[in-house]
């Protein structure tokens, strides 16, 4: 759709106001009150505008507010990983409106990469049919992905934990595919982008985002925007090393942080340590012979109050501790937010971090600082993709102001 100039600049308002007055819109635009309720008018008509209320004015006559209309377009946010595919729609308001979870196994289901993307593309298929009435409206979509991404082609050059990907480009498959613009990101910075918009971050200008789940990832936020790095690799905190004398990491290294704080690195260290003896009144005879294989099982030791689950958990703590100390001596930040799947074993290992924090990061560091822990849901990662690609959308729109 063909906008003019104070038409875009109305919609600019709208957009980082959610809701402005005619005279609001004037102020902020500079444009007389003829030019702007022109363009609100044609706004209107053209069904990307609404009145979203009235609010009182002195004069006694009531002026209305309006925003950008929630059904004058629609984002997809996706995100993928080894064991799962979330898909979810949002509105031009930003509200999330449907959702769609995919669980499945990478190995049994799909067993290479091309089976990999052939499963996603299914399922972005199926999700869109049940969903998206008028793919017109679609305006942009948006996938978090993990490994190594370079954001600005939209390749995903490495998957590390998700085997075989090389080198493909992600981005110009699927906008081939759905003939509409396609942004990529590193899924742990689309669950920074929710956190400073939707989440635990907002209002906070300088935070680090840990993401502990399958694998470990980081987001760097910085004077209100997310911090890319030179190649858009900032912020991959999994592959710092916190225990030399670990475990092999995917990216070849030893002991990076992904070994010890994902799932599958406290699923190795639990198993690893089973024969440790620590005196327990809840050690009973089949502890020995039980194995974790689920993050489930290692809550469910934890709660029933063993011991030895407790030290280990403790022990991953210290872990995550040194690499927080690390960041914020590095980067003064003034909060840590911890996410992701793992962030439910906060009981067992937040003590253990701040006992590292305050024996390493120097005082003054900490006076107003705060760790946090974040309210957790699988969509954080799909519905920051989404949100991504919904302001990606408005800055393109409002760049063609210039
Ligand atoms: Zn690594």
New binding site residues.
């Given amino acids: 759709m063909k906008l003019l100039k104070n038409e875009l600049e109305t919609l600019k308002v709208l957009y980082f106001n959610r809701n402005a007055t005619k005279s609001e819109i004037s102020e902020q635009t500079r444009l007389s009150n003829f030019l702007v309720s022109t363009a609100v008018d044609s706004l209107l008509k053209k069904g990307l505008v609404e009145e979203s209320g009235d609010i009182p004015s002195r004069r006694g006559r009531p002026s209305s507010k309006y925003r950008i209309k929630p059904d004058s377009g629609y984002f997809l946010g996706v995100s993928a990983d080894i064991n799962s595919i979330i898909i979810v729609l949002v509105d031009s308001l930003g509200r999330l409106l449907e959702e769609g979870e995919y669980s499945f196994e990478y190995e049994s289901e799909s067993r290479n990469i091309d089976g990999f993307i052939e499963r996603l593309i299914g399922k972005i298929d199926d999700f869109m049919k049940a969903n998206v009435s008028d793919i017109g409206r679609l305006r942009m979509i948006g996938m978090g992905i993990p490994g190594i991404v370079d954001t600005e082609k939209g390749i995903w050059l490495r998957g590390?934990r998700i085997p075989g990907v090389s080198n493909i480009n992600i981005k110009e498959l699927l906008q081939e595919k759905y003939g509409i613009e396609v942004i990529i990101e590193d899924v742990a910075r689309t669950v920074t982008y929710y956190a400073s918009t939707a989440g635990s971050g907002r209002g906070i200008d300088n935070f680090v985002i840990i993401h502990l789940g399958y694998g470990v990832g980081g987001g760097v936020f910085v004077n209100g925007e997310i911090y890319k790095g030179s190649h858009g690799f900032a912020g991959e905190i999994?592959?710092m090393i916190v225990e030399p004398d670990g475990y092999r990491?995917?990216?070849?290294?030893i002991g990076?942080l992904?070994?010890v704080a994902s799932v599958d690195g406290i699923l190795h260290h639990l198993n690893d340590r089973k024969g440790e003896i620590i005196v327990s009144t809840m050690h009973s005879h089949d502890f020995h012979d039980k194995r974790f294989e689920k993050l489930d099982d290692v809550l469910e030791a934890a709660g029933n109050g063993d011991n030895l689950t407790r030290k280990v958990l403790f022990d991953i703590g210290l872990m995550i501790g040194d690499a927080v100390s690390n960041i914020i001596l590095f980067f003064n930040p003034k909060a840590i937010l911890i996410t992701g799947p793992n962030s439910v074993l906060k009981d067992y290992i937040e003590g253990a971090i701040w006992q590292r924090v305050r024996n390493r990061v120097i005082s003054e560091f900490l006076a107003d600082f705060k760790l946090e822990f974040c309210n957790y849901s699988s969509d954080n990662e799909s519905y920051g993709a989404a949100l991504l690609a919904r302001e990606t959308y408005w800055r393109q729109e409002i760049l063609k102001l210039s």
């Fill in positions: 590390l999994g592959h990491c995917h990216c070849g290294n990076c992904e070994t």
